[in-house]
Structure formats: C-alpha cells, structure tokens
C-alpha cells in the first residue's frame, strides 16, 4: 500500500497514557485499535515530564493558568487553597460553604471556558508543521477538556479534514458557554457522545449537526495478569476522583453505619476502600459518620495497581453523577469495572447505566436506601457463607464494550465523512 493510500487520523487529546486520569483511556483506545480498521492514528497531546518514546505522538507545551494565579497572588502551586488560608470544608458534598463557593467561582472565572485553555496556543502553533509533513484525512478532538475541541477547530481550519468532535462528558449548562461552543463547533462534521442522554442533549442544541453515540470502553489486555485471589474481608472499593457535589458516597456511609450499628454486618469484617485524589470533604464525611475503623482513604495509585485492587475486591462501588437532570454520565470507571469482572454495586437512577448491568448481569444499580440496605445485607451474607461474592458477568455481552469494539464504531465514522468528503470534492471539481 502506498503512503498516499494510508488514512490517517489526527486525534487531539489532553488526556493522554501515561497521564493517570481515567479520560486517557478513551483516546488510548483508539489510539491502539484504530488502526486494526483500517486508521493510521497521530497524536497530538501535552508534554509530560517523561516524554513518550512513541513518534506517533506529538507533545507540546503547557501553561498551567491556575497554577500561575496562585503563584501570582503568594500562594503554593501544588496545595489547595483551603489547606493554605486554613479554611474548613463541608462534611457533605452538596452544601458547600460560602468560601467553597466564592473560591470555585474565582476558579471558573479564572479559568474559562477551562482550567486547560494554556494548552491552546501550544497546540495551535504546531497544527500548520503537522499538516505540511502529514497527510491528514481526518480529525478527532476528545473532550474534556473543551479547549481539545477549539484546538479541533482550527485544525479543520488548516487541514480542511473531516472532524468529528468527541464528548466523554458535557459541559455545565449555561447560555454564556453554549453560545461559545456554538462558535468552536461550527465547522465540526460530527458530534459523538457517550450515552443516549448525552446524544440526545447534543442532537436538541445542535440539530444541524449529525450525532452518534459510541460508549466508552475497557481494553481486555489490562485485565490478563490479575490475580483472582479476592480479600478476605468484606471489601467495597471505589478507584477515581470523586467530585465534591456530583459523587456522593453518604447514601453508602449511612447504610453501613446502621448494619454495623444492628450487627448485622461486623465492624472487623468489611473494608471501605477509597483510592483516588482526595476531596477534602471525604475525610470528615467519614468522621461524621464514625467510620474511620472501616473506611481506608488512599492517595492515587499507579492504575496497575488500581486494576488489581479492583479484580480482588468483593465488590466495586459506582457513585452516579449526583447532579439533578443529568443524565447519562457513562464514566469510563464503569466500563473499566466490566474488565475487573467484580460485582458492581452502583448507587443513583440512572436508566442507562441500571441498563448496561442488567444487560451483562456485571452488577446492580440501587436507587434507594432501602434497596441498598437490602443489597450490602444479601451480599455480606454471601460473603460469610461462601467467603466471597458471586460474579456473573456474561462475557458475550461484556466484549460488547471493549475498546476494540469502540474503535470499530468509530472508524466506521471517519469512514463515512471521508467517504462523504471525496464524494463532494468530486462534484466541486466536475462543476
């Protein structure tokens, strides 16, 4: 095949391997498996302090705007505000303090439309070297962050490629970013999303602009080396940042209380397990509930590990976005669960995601206290009788979600607005 016959994808992604946020699995995925249909995949992404060994990927640099206000106004970098002016946080994620609340607003303003918009220049600067020694036939941007799509805007500017704008997640609903997204993605071919809610909410603000849904998924070979040893004690783990307002264990923290209160669970039996970056309201949280003997709180960990303390849990706990009227938050944690094949014990009412349980049999959605009362009760008993927690994950169903299968679906994309591209490129040039 010669190099002209090669197609080629431009994906444009902040998030990007090593980087240990769950948005970079997305993009890796596509990255690794795109080109088993037929795409060549070029990378343009953000310079880490170990650079990638990988010439497909292209780093720039980045000016964190945060970070350079902090320092600005006297204040460390790399430590949260809170910690620095020695002000209390809220023990529950939906009433934040008024401080909380004036320190995100100054955040937001700071930051808009993100707290990544130092990332654009960097990146556009680079897009006309990029064009001149690659032949590009299309884009991807993948957000968040939604300057990954401004940087998507002008590279079909320059290129004049096919674009497809990609949406892990939606931004908050409000008329001052709307208008500005209106303007970034008015030269974009395509929106796709994650979930059905998601794409329905894209197809009703952008009716002009064709719109997919292709969900996120798990990579199988992360999942080949892990022990199937599971803990001896009854453990409920969660593996990810929570987000103070939109994550809320307390439904979970006040279950167990009360079953450790009656005794039908045993104090000295089960592990709350938390790994991620640490939200400031969760350690008073559990204060508040008494459960510092029960409930381990960890920074970070290398996602290996994360992977492994995932496959030997007894069960993997998914906080659903707890916002109101949003819908179809399908977080890559859930589609990573599904490759750990634990139980998941997931608490909110989302219909779509109470649909891909069902649909595997991989775990269950509780949407109430006494339905998640009734589930952590059942599941212990298991536990105590058998010493762990059944699995029943349908595997047939399950690969449905693999990054393979993700990759597919977008190249038959890319595909079609190639397709569609050269067909009207013809027809420019016959008229």
């Not at 997204?181 to 998601?198: C, N, Q």
């Not at 809320?248 to 167990?256: E, F, G, H, R, T």
């Not at 906080?319 to 139980?343: A, H, M, N």
């Not at 010493?387 to 299968?405: A, P, R, T």
Request: proline residues 6%.
């Amino acid at each position: 095949m010669s190099i002209d016959a090669i197609k080629r994808v431009l994906l444009i992604a902040y998030y990007y391997p090593p980087f240990p946020m769950i948005g970079a699995l997305r993009p890796h995925g596509l990255r690794k498996y795109l080109p088993e249909h037929g795409w060549d995949v070029l990378v343009l992404t953000t310079r880490l302090e170990s650079s990638r060994d990988d010439r497909s990927v292209i780093e720039t640099d980045y000016r964190d705007i945060l970070s350079q206000w902090k320092k600005r106004l006297g204040f460390s970098s790399s430590r949260g505000l809170h910690d620095q002016l020695g002000l209390p946080v809220s023990s529950s994620p939906n009433r934040r303090l008024l401080h909380t609340r004036v320190i995100d607003a100054a955040k937001v303003l700071i930051t808009y439309p993100d707290s990544m918009k130092g990332w654009v220049p960097f990146a556009s600067k680079i897009l006309p070297r990029l064009a001149s020694t690659n032949k590009i036939d299309a884009i991807i941007s993948t957000s968040p962050p939604i300057s990954c799509h401004m940087i998507g805007a002008k590279a079909k500017q320059i290129t004049g490629a096919p674009w497809i704008a990609d949406f892990r997640d939606l931004w908050v609903r409000d008329p001052v970013m709307n208008l500005l997204m209106t303007r970034i993605l008015k030269t974009s071919d395509e929106l796709v999303t994650v979930s059905p809610a998601l794409a329905k909410r894209l197809e009703e603000a952008y009716p002009e602009r064709p719109t997919s849904c292709i969900t996120n998924g798990f990579d199988d070979s992360d999942f080949l080396a892990h022990s199937s040893s599971l803990t001896k004690r009854f453990s409920i783990t969660h593996t990810g940042r929570m987000y103070e307002g939109k994550r809320d264990p307390s439904s979970l923290l006040s279950v167990v209380r009360e079953l450790a209160d009656t005794g039908e669970v045993r104090r000295d039996d089960i592990d709350l397990r938390f790994y991620g970056p640490i939200d400031p309201f969760l350690p008073a949280m559990v204060h508040r509930f008494g459960l510092e003997d029960i409930c381990e709180i960890h920074e970070s960990v290398p996602r290996t590990e994360a992977l492994a303390l995932q496959a030997r849990s007894q069960l993997l706990l998914l906080l659903e976005w707890g916002v109101p009227g949003e819908q179809g938050i399908f977080t890559g944690k859930l589609f990573e669960y599904l490759g750990s094949k634990r139980p998941i014990l997931s608490v909110g009412q989302d219909p779509g995601i109470a649909s891909i349980l069902k649909e595997t049999s991989a775990g269950t959605q509780t949407s109430n206290l006494e339905e998640l009362r009734r589930y952590i009760r059942n599941a212990y008993l298991e536990f105590k009788r058998n010493g762990f927690v059944s699995y029943l994950g349908k595997d047939q169903e399950i690969s449905k979600y693999n990054h393979s299968e993700m990759a597919a679906r977008f190249a038959g994309e890319l595909n079609r607005l190639t397709k569609r591209a050269t067909c009207e490129q013809s027809i420019a040039i016959e008229h």
